[in-house]
């Protein structure tokens, strides 16, 4: 019942079939892609949370690339 846990669990397969370190990022970006397309569709459907997660969205990149 935990949706982290079940969205990690979905990108196993994906991140098996991998052959190279190549293609393994190139399937960890499509990935993400989807996931983060899917997420704002869904949250535009549900008007009052969408800014919520739009902010947490923006607050993830952010995160994201100050770290590197």
Same mark, same amino acid.
């Given at each position: &019942? &935990? #949706?982290?846990?079940? !969205?990690? /669990? $979905? !990108?196993? #397969?994906?991140? +098996?079939?991998?052959? @190279? +370190?190549? &293609? $393994?990022?190139?399937?960890?970006? @499509?990935?993400?892609?989807?996931?983060?397309?899917? @997420?704002?569709?869904?949250? !535009? *459907?549900? #008007?009052?949370?969408?800014?919520?997660? *739009?902010? +947490?969205?923006?607050?993830? *990149? /952010? $995160?994201? *690339?100050?770290?590197?």
């Amino acid at each position: &019942n &935990n #949706p982290t846990f079940v !969205m990690v /669990l $979905g !990108m196993c #397969p994906t991140l +098996a079939v991998t052959t @190279s +370190a190549f &293609n $393994g990022l190139g399937m960890g970006v @499509s990935v993400i892609f989807v996931l983060l397309c899917s @997420s704002l569709l869904v949250s !535009m *459907l549900i #008007p009052r949370s969408f800014w919520t997660v *739009l902010l +947490a969205v923006i607050l993830i *990149l /952010l $995160g994201w *690339l100050l770290s590197k």
